[in-house]
C-alpha cells in the first residue's frame, strides 16, 4: 500500500541537523519511505491513501539505544532507604544492589521478565520510541543472559518496536566468581558468548569497564572473543572513573561507548577517529546526583557523534521517558535541542548499527515517524514528560501506542 503523508512540517534529521522542510509531503510504500519533500514536489504517485497531518511536525521515531529494560523485582525500597539516610555500603552489605536484581532476575520466569518488561518498553514507546536496544546483565549465568535475551526478541516480535539485544554478560561479578573475575570473563568467552551468538540472541557485546565490575584488560579479552565471533562491541566506560575504556572502545570500533563523565579530549579524539558514537546517559548522572559532566565542548570540536538514551535501569536509571532525557540533557548537559533530536535519532541509529535503514527520514529508510502536534521540534526538549498529542506510524502503518 501506498500512503502520501502531508499538511505537515518534517525535521528530517539528516546530518545530524533539524534539515527542516516546511509544508512537507512523505510517500511511503512496503514499510518504507519512497519520496520525501515540499509538498508543492510531490511527484504524480497513485496513493491508496492521503493522510492529513493536522500540520504537525514529523521527526523520526525515537531511538532509544540504552536499556536495560528486562530485570526481575525494581529497587525503588533501595532508593527509600538511602534517603533515610541508609550508605549504599550498607545497602550492599545486606545484599541490595545490582546483587539483588540478580537473584530477583535469576528467580523469574521468563514469562514473567516478559510481562514487567513489556510494561516499561510500552511506557518508552508511549513516548513515542519505535526502536530500542535492551541489554542483558542480570543473569550473570548461561541460562539467565539466555532468559533475558530471549525477553529482548520477545518484545520485538510481538510489541510494534524495533528491539536490538546486546548481550551484557560482563555487567558485574556474579557470586559463583567472587574474587575470580578473569576465570569469569574466560567463562563468557568460551562458553557463554558462543552459545548465545549461536542461537541468534546477540546483535552486539557490551561490558562495564570500572573498578568495581571489569578492567580495560578484561575487557578486552571479551572485545577479541566479540570480534572472532563477527559481533560490533559497545561499553560503559568513564562512567565513575577514567580508565579509557571510550578509547580501548575506539580501537575495537566499537559502535558506541557510553556514561563517559570521566572521559578525556584524548579519548573523545580516539573516538572521533574510529566513528564511535558517544551515548551520554543524564537520567543516571541525576539519579546519582553526579557531579562530573562529560567533556562537551571536546566532543563537539572533535566532531564525536553524540547520542542520548534512558539506561532505563532499577539502580541508577528507572527512567521511564526518553523525552524527559531530552530535557535532561539540555539542562544538565547544556545541549541544544537539535543536538539532543539528534541523540535519540540519527546517532543513536548509528550507535546500534542501524544508520542505513533507521534514524532519519531520506528516501529508502524505514518508514518509522511521529507526528507531533507541537510549535516546534524544541517543544520535544521543553517539556518535562508527560504525554503529547502524536500519531506514530511503523514500516508506513500508524500504531496506536
Ligand atoms: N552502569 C550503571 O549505571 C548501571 N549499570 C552500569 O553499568 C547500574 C546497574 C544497577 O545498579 O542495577
Ligand atoms: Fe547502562
Request: charged content about 20%; aromatic content about 6%.
Given at each position: ?8 512540517h ?15 509531503a ?37 531511538i ?69 536496544e ?73 561490558a ?15 572485545f ?129 548499527g ?18 507531533w ?29
Open positions: 500500500m501506498r500512503t502520501l503523508w502531508q499538511h505537515c518534517a525535521a528530517t534529521m539528516t546530518d545530524g541537523r533539524y534539515s527542516v522542510i516546511e509544508d512537507a512523505i510517500v511511503t510504500s512496503a514499510g518504507l519511505i519512497e519520496w520525501i519533500g515540499p509538498r508543492a514536489d510531490v511527484p504524480p504517485v497513485a496513493a491508496d491513501r492521503v493522510v492529513d497531518l493536522g500540520g504537525a511536525w514529523v521527526t523520526p521515531g525515537l532509544d539505544c540504552h536499556t536495560h529494560a528486562v530485570f526481575g523485582g525494581n529497587r525503588s525500597g533501595e532508593f527509600e532507604q538511602r534517603l533515610q539516610g541508609v550508605s549504599y555500603a550498607e545497602i550492599a552489605a545486606q545484599g541490595g544492589g545490582i546483587a539483588s536484581t540478580v537473584r530477583a532476575t535469576r528467580a523469574a520466569s521468563e514469562d514473567a521478565l516478559f510481562v514487567s518488561a513489556r510494561q516499561r518498553v510500552q511506557a518508552l514507546m508511549r513516548d513515542g520510541v519505535t526502536t530500542i535492551i541489554k542483558s546483565g542480570y543473569g550473570l549465568d548461561l541460562e539467565s543472559e539466555r532468559k533475558m535475551l530471549r525477553v529482548a526478541r520477545r518484545l520485538g516480535e510481538e510489541l510494534p518496536v524495533t528491539v536490538r539485544s546486546t548481550c551484557l554478560a560482563a555487567h558485574a561479578l556474579p557470586p559463583e566468581y567472587v574474587g575470580r573475575a578473569d576465570d569469569y570473563i574466560a567463562h563468557i568467552c568460551d562458553e557463554m558468548l558462543p552459545a548465545l551468538s549461536a542461537e541468534g540472541l546477540v546483535d552486539a557485546v557490551d562495564f569497564c570500572e573498578h568495581l565490575a571489569f578492567s580495560p584488560a578484561q575487557v578486552e579479552r571479551l577479541i572473543k566479540a570480534r572472532e565471533l563477527g559481533l560490533p562491541v559497545k561499553l560503559h566506560a568513564e562512567q565513575l572513573s577514567s580508565l579509557h575504556g571510550s578509547s580501548l572502545a575506539a580501537r575495537y570500533q566499537a559502535l558506541s561507548a557510553d556514561h563517559l563523565e570521566f572521559m578525556t579530549e584524548e579519548d573523545a579524539i580516539a573516538m572521533a577517529q574510529s566513528g564511535t558514537v558517544a551515548v551520554l546517559l543524564p537520567g543516571a548522572f541525576y539519579f546519582l546526583r553526579e557531579t562530573q559532566l562529560p567533556p562537551m565542548d571536546a566532543l563537539r570540536r572533535h566532531g564525536v557523534k553524540i547520542a542520548l538514551a534512558s539506561d532505563l535501569n532499577p539502580g541508577t536509571s528507572p527512567g521511564l521517558s526518553l523525552r524527559l532525557m531530552l530535557n535532561m540533557g539540555c539542562t544538565c548537559f547544556r545541549m541544544t535541542p537539535e543536538e539532543a533530536l539528534a541523540g535519540v535519532t540519527v546517532h543513536a541509529a548509528t550507535a546500534l542501524l544508520d542505513t535503514s533507521h534514524g532519519s527520514l531520506e528516501v529508502g529508510k524505514v518508514a518509522d515517524f511521529i507526528a502536534q507541537i510549535e516546534r521540534p524544541a517543544d520535544l526538549s521543553y517539556w518535562l514528560g508527560g504525554d503529547l498529542p502524536k500519531r506514530v506510524v511503523r514500516l508506513g502503518h500508524e500504531i496506536s501506542n
